[in-house]
């Protein structure tokens, strides 16, 4: 049926997939698909979207693939019946945190494409690696140290840009690709996120990095919204290299909404796109899951896809080497406040399997994870169960791959270590361990508030929890959720859940295209919200008792992760 009005597209190019959705004015999805890209693009010998060289810690995507996911995504919506002529903006995400390399051709090969070819046999030579360093690397440790060392510590660096160095920003990693491939670096002209990677190929020329994503790269100052030089020179290898790397780098605008220009003319021919169609800002995909509603201060989302993160849109600005600040990536004097796991969707998937060697159902898992008492505890005066399910390098805390399970005392405070091997506890272990890890580290940023039913003052904790990302569909998981994390209002779950982040995106085009003067996202944005249409609620919050003996293990959990961080040496 022809859709009137116009159009928005939203991109979300995560790990495994390429989704890509088209709503309208009001924010009424109309259209979806996507391409998985180890169903749809196995030929890129990738294994859950990447490849790993574990000899050297690396895990990278190649940026063929993705381009080859572009003209796939469309066919697939063409093929829907979308009318692309009516699309008048379109925006989108990319994974946190990957950097691309283009070559000094990129431009000329981008503005020249011909239509009747796909997009990554004519831009093969627009790289200058063909590979992107992926979010889940962990070869950087040493260029890591450097950066936490230049500005006196982590904190210090946390302070400046918001985080701490990390494996995966592009500050370490740009450093460790010129000391690795220096002539590839030579021939870098322009570097991109994933984010402006995506949006370069459907503007037909290097865009501009965002203002909320180009605060995950460790190189930009936070407080001056300005590359800080010395950071940029270390990354660069001298003073006398800054604005060569500055120039790679290129300007980043301030507004997040202000378009970058039409879509590449190669789009308007192949697909029939709009040629007016306007190129908004891409952001990294936690920035625009947490535009995928008007989300209020005390509010949070917990995105469950192959990573698991943490998100709240607040005025605060507290850093801390655990975490990251970032900036939001429509509404100056925002701040993204994210939580990032390595093990979320996968190190879930491992246990399921081991429950369900038929590895398809999540059945079994959700069975066994209810049957199982909180913290396995039997009776109350039983020791708590808690574990880590890390089969990669985690990056909070700083833990090589592994499994450490303890039974905690909380009258005693002591730990025991229990058998190290899988029994069906692990399934709701593993979900309670990751979300004592976010209670344990969103603590400074949940606030007390009263019961809307009782007028009780309740523990500090969030006002709404929203799940979204693949595993926001799983019931188990959203209970246990609710039993550590509370929430006064419950747990929700957005009705396009597993696609937030590219919903996020096509709203931020809506935002882009449609506001008026000095309008800020969450005005246009909470205009347009329709409640009860778009979110429904999954499972209550706070549960009184359960709540605060998920306290105590709090306090188990931080000393179980230090004792193994003692264990293996990275404290002391
Ligand atoms: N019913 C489910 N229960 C738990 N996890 C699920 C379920 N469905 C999907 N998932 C998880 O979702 C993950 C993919 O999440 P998604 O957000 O779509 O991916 P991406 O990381 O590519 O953005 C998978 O790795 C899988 O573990
Ligand atoms: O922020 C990070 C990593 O830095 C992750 O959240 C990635 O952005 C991957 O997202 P998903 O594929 O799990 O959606």
């Not at 990677?197 to 919204?225: C, E």
């Not at 994390?485 to 809506?510: F, H, P, Q, R, T």
């Amino acid at each position: 049926m022809a859709q009137k009005g116009p159009l928005y597209m939203g991109f979300d190019l995560s790990t495994q997939q390429l989704k890509a959705i088209v709503v309208d004015s009001n924010l009424k999805l109309t259209q979806e698909a996507k391409v998985d890209f180890d169903a749809d693009l196995g030929k890129y010998g990738i294994e859950k979207g990447v490849i790993t060289n574990p000899a050297e810690g690396e895990v990278f995507a190649p940026p063929a693939m993705w381009l080859d996911a572009v003209n796939l995504v469309l066919d697939r919506l063409a093929e829907a019946g979308v009318d692309f002529g009516q699309v008048m903006g379109l925006s989108g995400a990319g994974m946190q945190h990957g950097t691309v390399f283009w070559s000094k051709k990129a431009e000329t090969l981008m503005v020249n494409l011909d239509a009747g070819k796909s997009l990554s046999e004519q831009l093969k030579d627009a790289l200058a690696h063909d590979m992107s360093p992926n979010w889940q690397d962990s070869s950087t440790q040493k260029q890591c140290d450097a950066f936490d060392a230049e500005l006196g510590s982590a904190d210090k660096l946390a302070d400046l840009t918001g985080s701490a160095a990390h494996h995966r920003f592009s500050g370490p990693q740009i450093m460790r690709y010129r000391t690795k491939y220096p002539s590839k670096y030579d021939q870098t002209a322009r570097i991109s996120l994933v984010s402006s990677f995506l949006a370069s190929v459907f503007l037909g020329k290097i865009a501009p990095i965002d203002i909320g994503d180009v605060t995950g790269m460790n190189m930009w100052d936070i407080h001056k919204g300005r590359w800080n030089d010395q950071l940029v020179a270390l990354a660069a290898g001298g003073q006398d290299k800054v604005e060569e790397l500055k120039h790679k780098l290129g300007d980043v605008p301030e507004d997040g909404g202000a378009g970058f220009g039409m879509v590449n003319n190669y789009f308007a021919t192949r697909y029939g796109f709009n040629p007016e169609c306007v190129i908004c800002p891409f952001t990294g995909d936690n920035p625009s899951t947490i535009l995928a509603l008007p989300l209020r201060a005390s509010d949070a989302m917990v995105s469950l896809g192959t990573s698991t993160t943490f998100l709240m849109s607040t005025p605060e600005y507290k850093p801390d080497p655990a975490y990251h600040f970032m900036n939001h990536p429509c509404t100056p004097g925002l701040y993204m406040f994210m939580l990032c796991y390595k093990n979320g969707g996968l190190a879930r998937e491992n246990i399921r399997d081991q429950i369900d060697k038929s590895g398809n159902s999540w059945d079994a898992f959700n069975d066994t994870a209810m049957a199982t008492a909180p913290l396995s505890q039997k009776k109350g005066s039983d020791d708590m169960r808690l574990g880590l399910f890390f089969p990669l390098h985690e990056t909070v805390p700083n833990l090589p791959a592994g499994q450490w399970r303890m039974a905690f005392n909380p009258e005693t405070n002591n730990l025991q270590d229990v058998r190290n091997d899988f029994i069906p506890d692990d399934a709701r272990n593993i979900v309670e361990s990751q979300m004592l890890s976010l209670r344990l580290r969103s603590q400074k940023l949940v606030h007390s508030e009263k019961d809307p039913a009782t007028g009780q003052q309740l523990p500090p904790q969030p006002r709404r929890v929203y799940l979204v990302g693949g595993g926001s569909a799983n019931p188990a998981i959203a209970n246990i959720c609710a039993e550590v994390l509370g929430s006064v209002e419950g747990i929700y779950k957005l009705d396009i859940g597993g696609n937030a982040c590219a919903l996020g995106a096509a709203y931020k085009a809506v935002w882009g295209c449609e506001r008026k003067q000095g309008q800020t996202f969450e005005d246009l944005i909470g205009s347009r919200w329709d409640e009860s249409k778009f979110v429904q609620k999954i499972a209550d919050g706070y549960r009184k008792g359960t709540f605060e003996k998920y306290g105590e293990a709090v306090r188990g959990f931080d000393l179980m992760e230090k004792e193994a961080l003692k264990r293996e040496g990275r404290i002391t």
